[in-house]
């Protein structure tokens, strides 16, 4: 049997332009995932537009875009990307997608090469689920609509505890999942349903991000670490603490690796700009109460020392994309090892649980570091980690003590 033939829908985008006057900043694009809305990256925009003019777009029959009555493919939805990019300007441009979102950044890539500076694949990857499963979803949404998805949608995007931590951001999400217009919204699933990239992925020349949500069960890390493995020059980066939205549930992380990603595309930064960028990364590798009692100790004399490594050390090195922060952290790690920086250590012990590694791994780097940088050193870092360890579990103890 036949397939109908395919359309390019039409997408609505909104834009919002650099905070700094430039001339040519650069353009970042925004994909949402099905059933949300270009809301989903309002905790993100922030931060990009320091330096970016940042387009958001909502999909066929979501938000602002006009319904869809018509099928589709993924393929199609990357040509109105590209589309709408032209009608706001044209020209090459940066994108990161979430789910649906990332699979057309995938099609961006494989068909228009030459527009991409960079991509940013985030819970997605070169095929989603099945095609039964899809079909299925499909049918059941032009039986019972959007409404009927509003629980197992919650359970799929949200990481344990979250709608209990922000139940504000959560409501409003799954509220516009039930206000998307159901037969755009079966399209989108049916467009998935045929949707199959695996084989294409490694011709990506693009700059690639991959991005993983820690207990995201739709799209699980390991799709994540096997598809930035099967595109040459890519690399995977882990949120903790999200599930299939990280850009609602953790926004400070993902607007600290997408500035890492896009920022490579900035051109002669200013110190307030590197500034600013790494002061993002910072508070979201170290925490907003280190930073803030930091920034509160600030006197005359440390004030210029503090601009100093919040531009340099957080807005030059952590911002760049060669490494993802976990293996930042390793080697962190292993350099305040071999310095004999206790104190430092403890700070960055703190960082790099924050950055996905495991008290394990911690160890690991340590015990390692003792082979070339000698027994003492380990012993006295160890000391440090097992101190840190124990605060951490003493405050854990005191939020949520046992009956």
Same mark, same amino acid.
């Given at each position: ?17 650099? =905070?700094? /006057? ?197 799209? /699980? ?128 012990? =703190? ?53």
């Amino acid at each position: 049997m036949s397939l109908p033939l395919s359309t390019v829908p039409t997408l609505i985008g909104t834009v919002t332009p650099v =905070r700094r /006057p430039a001339p040519a900043a650069p353009l970042v694009v925004l994909g949402s995932s099905l059933g949300t809305t270009t809301s989903l990256w309002d905790g993100v925009v922030g931060p990009l537009a320091e330096n970016h003019r940042v387009l958001r777009f909502d999909l066929p029959g979501h938000g602002a875009s006009p319904a869809a009555s018509q099928p589709f493919t993924v393929a199609d939805l990357a040509d109105a990307v590209i589309t709408l990019v032209d009608s706001v300007g044209g020209g090459s441009f940066h994108y990161a997608g979430i789910s649906l979102g990332g699979a057309v950044g995938l099609e961006l890539a494989v068909r228009h090469p030459d527009r991409l500076l960079t991509l940013g694949v985030i819970c997605s990857g070169p095929k989603i689920g099945t095609a039964d499963g899809w079909l299925e979803r499909a049918a059941q949404i032009r039986g019972s609509g959007t409404p009927s998805v509003v629980v197992s949608s919650a359970q799929r995007w949200f990481a344990p505890g979250f709608l209990d931590r922000d139940p504000a951001a959560g409501s409003a999400a799954l509220n516009e999942l039930s206000a998307v217009d159901d037969e755009s919204y079966a399209l989108c699933c049916e467009a998935l349903a045929g949707y199959d990239v695996t084989d294409a992925v490694g011709g990506i020349r693009t700059a690639t991000l991959c991005v993983s949500g820690e207990f995201d069960v739709a799209t /699980p890390t390991e799709m994540l670490v096997t598809l930035a493995a099967s595109i040459p020059g890519a690399r995977h980066e882990l949120v903790p603490g999200a599930a299939h939205l990280p850009a609602l549930e953790r926004p400070a992380e993902v607007a600290a690796v997408l500035v890492g990603l896009f920022g490579s595309g900035v051109a002669s930064r200013t110190a307030a700009e590197a500034y600013d960028d790494g002061m993002v990364v910072r508070r979201a590798v170290l925490g907003d109460t280190h930073v803030d009692r930091a920034t509160a100790a600030i006197t005359p004399e440390t004030a210029d020392f503090q601009d100093f490594i919040t531009r340099y050390a957080w807005g030059e090195i952590w911002t760049r994309p060669g490494l993802d922060r976990r293996t930042r952290s390793f080697l962190t790690i292993a350099a305040l090892v071999t310095g004999g920086h206790e104190g430092e250590l403890a700070m960055h012990v =703190r960082a790099a649980l924050t950055n996905g590694l495991t008290r394990a791994e911690i160890s690991e780097a340590i015990l390692h570091t003792a082979i070339y940088a000698g027994v003492p050193a380990a012993n006295a870092a160890f000391a440090a980690a097992r101190d840190t360890f124990a605060i951490l579990d003493a405050d854990a103890a005191t939020t949520n003590p046992t009956s």
